[in-house]
Nanobody, 126 residues
Framework: QVHLVESGGGSVQSGGSLRLSCAAS????????MGWFRQAPGKRREAVAL???????HYADSVKGRFTISQANRQSELYLQMDGLKSEDTAMYYC????????????????????WGKGTQVIVSS
């Protein structure tokens, strides 16, 4: 079982920056899909940024150009650099993972993610 632990959340002013981290353990499979999701109160959970084992990425339109996802140490470390934060970014942010298949684009299907962290809160105030 993949174990994921997020950190780095907090409260920031609009226009500020924040970097979220995810520590992944028990990564026994050769390659994983990794991603960041978020959920605001009363809203559905949405994919924010996704990355596959080769480093290809996908971003939600709402964060494109402001957020950057990255990974290191054989995917045991996942990061989300958030710049130009807006009040609309306020949400619980979750680290997620899935075993990667050979199907191109597999990691960019939000429904495939089945390992989840407990989340870290991000609050953007104006």
């Amino acid at each position: 079982q993949v174990h994921l632990v997020e950190s780095g959340g907090g409260s920031v002013q609009s226009g500020g920056s924040l970097r979220l981290s995810c520590a992944a353990s028990e990564l026994t499979y050769p390659s994983y899909c990794m991603g960041w999701f978020r959920q605001a109160p009363g809203k559905r959970r949405e994919a924010v940024a996704l990355i596959n084992g080769a480093g290809s990425t996908h971003y939600a339109d709402s964060v494109k150009g402001r957020f950057t996802i990255s990974q290191a140490n054989r995917q045991s470390e996942l990061y989300l650099q958030m710049d130009g934060l807006k009040s609309e970014d306020t949400a619980m942010y979750y680290c997620a993972a899935a075993r990667q298949t050979n199907f191109d684009g597999y990691c960019f299907q939000p429904g495939v993610y089945d390992f989840w962290g407990k989340g870290t809160q991000v609050i953007v105030s104006s």
